[in-house]
């Protein structure tokens, strides 16, 4: 499972967010499917009281962190809500 640190520059933009929920990690780990095509994604923090939501999004090439809307599927037999970033790729996090 792909793994990155968050930069500096990264954490204090996390850090720096109004209403924000609990401390930004500095180590965070893909939360897509093993063997997804494109960026890795690990979700990093929830801000404006929990309507943001910012991910970090990595390469080989280095992390970002970025707002990104949730993912709207919703699992009809379980209720339950897929909590991965809109348009990610793979499976749902209800399907793992």
Known sequence: MA???VSHRE???LL???????????DVRCELA??????HMAFA???AGGDEWWWA?????GCEVVPLDPCDT????????CLLPAGHAGPHSFQF
């Open 57 to 61: 999004r990595w390469t080989t090439g």
């Open 11 to 13: 954490f204090t933009t």
């Open 74 to 81: 919703v699992c009809p037999a379980e209720h339950d809500d």
């Open 45 to 47: 923090l929830a801000a």
């Open 16 to 26: 720096g967010l109004r209403h924000r929920v609990g401390l930004p990690p500095r």
């Open 34 to 39: 093993t063997g997804h095509e494109g960026s």
């Open 3 to 5: 793994a990155t640190t």
